[in-house]
């Protein structure tokens, strides 16, 4: 089992800068590729961003300017780099983790159908 919990939101005023985290519980994180997700009220949850095993990255083309995904596998964190912050972006921001396996290592995952543990949500509000 692999326990996430999201952390770093907040407000924020147009064109300034968040960092979110994402803390996972349990062993082999380093074993896992992760994502972040957004929901906005009224919408449905969208993919943000993702990263593999060994390090590659994905992101919306709404976000690939501003946002960057990272890892830290010895502190077992997700790292979500938002810049540029811009009133659309206001969502709870959801981590996620999937388990895969060693053929899989650079492969990033944009359905959220493909994960296996969600974490509970930060808020994130940008306005002026």
């Known amino acids: 089992q692999v326990q996430l919990v999201e952390s770093g939101g907040g407000e924020a005023q147009p064109g300034a800068s968040l960092r979110l985290s994402c803390a996972a519980s349990?062993?082999?994180?380093?074993?896992?590729?992760h994502a972040w997700f957004r929901q906005a009220p009224g919408k449905e949850r969208e993919f943000v961003t993702a990263?593999?095993?060994?390090?590659?990255?994905d992101a919306a083309e709404s976000v690939k300017d501003r946002f960057t995904i990272s890892r830290d596998n010895a502190k077992n964190t997700v790292y979500l780099q938002m810049n540029n912050l811009k009133p659309e972006d206001t969502a709870v921001y959801y981590c996620a983790a999937k388990k895969t396996s060693t053929y899989h290592i650079s492969v990033t995952y944009s359905d959220p159908d493909e994960y296996d543990y969600w974490g509970q949500g930060t808020q994130v509000t940008v306005s002026s």
């Open positions: 990263i593999s095993r060994s390090g590659t990255t």
């Open positions: 349990g062993r082999s994180f380093a074993t896992y590729a």
